[in-house]
């Protein structure tokens, strides 16, 4: 199973941007599902889980403003992030993990400029 993430940018301090990561096949209809972030010269870090069964789980960082949903009919998963901060700007991977399955997709970048 392949992920494709998309829908990082620039965006001012204060913005909105809507990842998406697009399944090959319908794994997160059966899987968990997971978005990560990297800041330059950082460990990569969990931001937002969903399980199979709907219950999402976030960061302390991005609690009230970053949503992550699921759409398993399109196989995508989204990371909606509202009131941006400088301290947000990294490289965004979703993972969809099952057991011992676990899928990465390419990354998206998102730049939040003061």
């Known amino acids: 199973v392949q992920l494709q993430a998309s829908g990082g940018g620039l965006v001012q301090a204060g913005g909105s941007l809507r990842l998406s990561c697009v399944a090959s096949?319908?794994?997160?209809?059966?899987?968990?599902a997971a978005w990560y972030r990297q800041a330059p010269g950082k460990q990569r870090e969990l931001v937002a889980t969903?399980?199979?069964?709907?219950?999402?789980n976030y960061a302390d960082s991005v609690k009230g403003r970053f949503t992550i949903s699921r759409d398993n009919a399109k196989n995508t998963v989204y990371l909606q992030m509202n009131s941006l901060k400088p301290e947000d700007t990294a490289v965004y991977y979703c993972?969809?993990?099952?057991?011992?399955?676990?899928?990465w997709g390419q990354g998206t970048l998102v730049t939040v400029s003061s």
């Open positions: 969903m399980s199979r069964g709907g219950v999402t």
């Open positions: 993972n969809a993990f099952k057991g011992l399955m676990s899928s």
């Open positions: 096949g319908s794994i997160f209809s059966g899987a968990s």
